[in-house]
């Protein structure tokens, strides 16, 4: 099986900024740092909230990952009419 560029590109928790999106590898969601816990963990929250969960095997995300966050967003401001 050939391997595709996210799973070869992994981020170390300490490197995440605070606020970023960044995708954990061992729940298959993407998540926003909320925290870091020691050096090997950071807090993560679902991008429209909910329960913070720890998390240590990070990638960034891909191009069309940020696109489909980004048109979920948009969509879900339109039908609430904003």
Do not use: F, I, Y
């Not at 070869?8 to 999106?21: A, M």
């Not at 913070?52 to 960034?60: F, V």
């Amino acid at each position: 099986m050939a391997t595709t560029d996210t799973e070869q590109t992994t981020l170390k928790p300490q490197e995440c900024e605070l606020g970023e999106v960044v995708w954990d590898k061992g729940k298959s969601l993407p998540g926003v740092v909320m925290g870091h816990l020691g050096g090997d963990r950071v807090q993560l929250r679902a991008v429209n909230g909910g329960r913070e969960w720890d998390a240590r095997s990070l990638r960034p995300l891909t191009a069309r990952e940020r696109l489909s966050l980004h048109l979920a967003a948009r969509n879900e401001a339109s039908r609430q009419g904003l």
